[in-house]
């Protein structure tokens, strides 16, 4: 790839087609996650080596609660067993990757959210890569929240104004930068709300390909695309 490319240096990816790929190849729908899971943790690597400096990805909506209890079963079980494994990684550790995750966290089972607490800890001093994972996490509600707790504080006085800064201290995001390019795979062409406030200039590209099929080469036209586009930011 061109080294004179404008790289984003945010990418937020909305991974779908997880269940259509079991599907495609014959197997329960839920057994998509699975092989979704595993390209994670390659886009992940492909991120580093192209010099991103952050990743977030969409892994649980507050939507998915409400599929099968199999499937959300199988997620949690991944879920538990991927940050575990995060957190004992040499590549974490060398690369000195940070895991932040966004969202309600306290909506999961016990073991999960141990789990991800854990990640979390050991990797906390980390800061030459963020890697976001996006849980339990609505955009409106998101908002919604924020909105709430702004509300309670301006009438108890603990705060007198609100401005954008105040307001955006009060999102579970607060910690995450603005993201640069948003990508979403299996060809649906809508946001479905990912981190709204801080996508709200964001350079979107959906990819045709189903999630577990991304690829490298499907990263490097993702970023070539945007690297060709000029960025106005409402002006």
Known sequence: MATDLNLPKHIGIIMDGNRRFATMLG???????FYGAEKVEEVLDWCRELNIKTLTVWAFSMENFSRAAEEVSVIMDIFVKYFNKFANDER????KVQLKVVGNLGLFPKEVQAAAQDAMEK???HDRFEFNVVMGYGGRQEILDAAKKVADKLKSGEIMQVDKDVFESHLCSRDV??????????????TSGFLMWKSDYAEYYFCEKLWPEFEKEDLIKAIVDYSERKRRFGK
């Not at 197997?27 to 996650?33: L, M, N, V």
């Not at 974490?92 to 690369?95: D, E, M």
């Open 92 to 95: 974490v550790h060398k690369n």
């Open 177 to 190: 930068p603005d993201v640069d390019l948003v990508i979403r795979t299996s060809g649906e062409q809508r």
């Open 123 to 125: 990797t906390k001093s």
């Open 27 to 33: 197997e329960e729908s839920w057994k998509g996650h």
